[in-house]
Nanobody, 120 residues
Framework: QVQLVESGGGLVQAGGTLRLSCTAS????????GGWYRQAPGKQRELVAH???????NYADSVKGRFTISRDNAKNTVYLQMNSLKPEDTAVYYC??????????????WGQGTQVTVSS
């Protein structure tokens, strides 16, 4: 009964921007740690960005200075602002959130994935 719904992906030119959103819906009480992963065709899944309950963040070296992860606890949402996009950023992006769900249990949830394509 708990779902993570991702949005914001699409096709952009190199140097462009996108903002991804990941919203927990259903029987959600609150969200804790959250992160974004990506997987390009033929490559392994990669951790892109992570944010703790307290707001501390970390990023993959490949996106430092270009991507920003943030959260809105009131909306049960985690965001990924992506600036100065490069063709090598092309991938399916997945959000991952720890949340207090049914029966007040802290569980891990995954989004359905959203495609980001950056053209040259």
């Amino acid at each position: 009964q708990v779902q993570l719904v991702e949005s914001g992906g699409g096709l952009v030119q190199a140097g462009g921007t996108l903002r991804l959103s990941c919203t927990a819906s259903g029987r959600i009480y609150s969200i804790n740690n959250g992160g974004w992963y990506r997987q390009a065709p033929g490559k392994q899944r990669e951790l892109v960005a992570h944010i703790t309950t307290g707001g501390s963040t970390n990023y993959a070296d490949s996106v430092k200075g270009r991507f920003t992860i943030s959260r809105d606890n009131a909306k049960n949402t985690v965001y990924l602002q992506m600036n100065s996009l490069k063709p090598e950023d092309t991938a399916v992006y997945y959000c991952n959130v720890e949340a207090i769900g049914p029966l007040f249990k802290l569980l891990e949830y995954w989004g359905q994935g959203t495609q980001v394509t950056v053209s040259s």
